[in-house]
């Protein structure tokens, strides 16, 4: 079996990455909307790989070196495109045909939501570090455990084969769960100093019934959603703020 660690934005672009707040409609109630599951993707030998046709699929040749620029630190072209390819995998091994029409659809959207996550993260990264937030070692290693938990690694052994496997070194890893823990210490700050009124979470729940693919009979009730529209409709404002004070520039 081939295994590959997917990535997410950090310097390795291993451990964490952050979803565009205000994007979906069921984010988790006690998971911080912003980030995503590391994964492992598993094939068998002999099998073409999703990502092997992504590059064919994406049209990179009008995306600039640099994507956009975020408190002075320029986004490239690079993990922009290597992250959208990384999504793109995990919908593909999900059964979507990419080259069909709603496939097409999706890697359009994808670009802007993938900007939009990348964004997030560098904002929400950089507030912490003006907040003065720190990760303690032990934070760090609970971090690296949970990621090897999550990705069905039994040792450090195992993992860090899949680190030189991909040219990572470890300090790079622990340096983005540094990242992430810090990050979601603001995020857990902050949210709760957000008041979100009852007449918002109706209007959001409203919008997402009506735009719903389902069976209406299917959809959860509002008091079933309600604490997680309250915190989607949270990281929303938080982000926005964020937005409002920062200096972002946008190339595509």
């Known amino acids: 079996m081939k295994k590959k660690l997917v990535m997410g934005f950090g310097v390795c672009a291993l451990a964490f990455g952050l979803a565009a707040c205000g994007g979906e409609e069921d984010t988790t109630?006690?998971?911080?909307?912003?980030?995503?599951?590391?994964?492992?993707?598993?094939?068998?030998?002999?099998?073409?790989?999703?990502?092997?046709?992504?590059?064919?699929?994406?049209?990179?040749?009008?995306?600039?070196?640099?994507?956009?620029?975020?408190?002075?630190?320029?986004?490239?072209?690079?993990?922009?495109?290597?992250?959208?390819?990384?999504?793109?995998?995990?919908?593909?091994?999900?059964?979507?045909?990419?080259?069909?029409?709603?496939?097409?659809?999706?890697?359009?959207?994808?670009?802007?939501?993938?900007?939009?996550?990348?964004?997030?993260?560098?904002?929400?990264?950089?507030?912490?570090?003006?907040?003065?937030?720190?990760?303690?070692?032990?934070?760090?290693?609970?971090?690296?455990?949970?990621?090897?938990?999550?990705?069905?690694?039994?040792?450090?052994?195992?993992?860090?084969?899949?680190?030189?496997?991909?040219?990572?070194?470890?300090?790079?890893?622990?340096?983005?769960?540094?990242k992430n823990v810090k990050s979601s210490k603001y995020i857990e700050q902050k949210v709760t100093e957000i008041e979100i009124s009852d007449e918002e979470i109706q209007a959001f729940y409203d919008e997402a019934i009506v735009n719903a693919t389902e069976d209406e009979s299917q959809l959860p009730s509002l008091e079933e959603v309600r604490s997680d529209i309250e915190y989607q409709l949270q990281m929303e404002s938080l982000i926005s703020t964020l937005k409002e004070k920062s200096d972002v520039t946008i190339n595509i």
């Open 29 to 178: 109630q006690g998971q911080d909307p912003t980030q995503e599951e590391p994964v492992v993707s598993e094939h068998p030998e002999g099998v073409e790989q999703p990502e092997q046709a992504m590059g064919s699929m994406i049209d990179t040749e009008e995306i600039p070196d640099v994507v956009a620029t975020v408190n002075g630190e320029d986004i490239e072209k690079e993990m922009f495109v290597t992250t959208i390819e990384q999504q793109a995998m995990q919908v593909a091994m999900q059964g979507i045909d990419l080259e069909s029409e709603e496939g097409v659809e999706y890697l359009e959207e994808l670009k802007d939501q993938v900007l939009d996550q990348i964004i997030n993260s560098k904002l929400i990264a950089d507030a912490a570090s003006n907040e003065g937030l720190e990760a303690t070692e032990e934070e760090i290693d609970n971090g690296i455990s949970e990621l090897m938990a999550q990705n069905g690694l039994e040792s450090e052994e195992q993992l860090q084969e899949l680190l030189e496997a991909q040219g990572v070194q470890m300090d790079e890893l622990r340096d983005d769960v540094k």
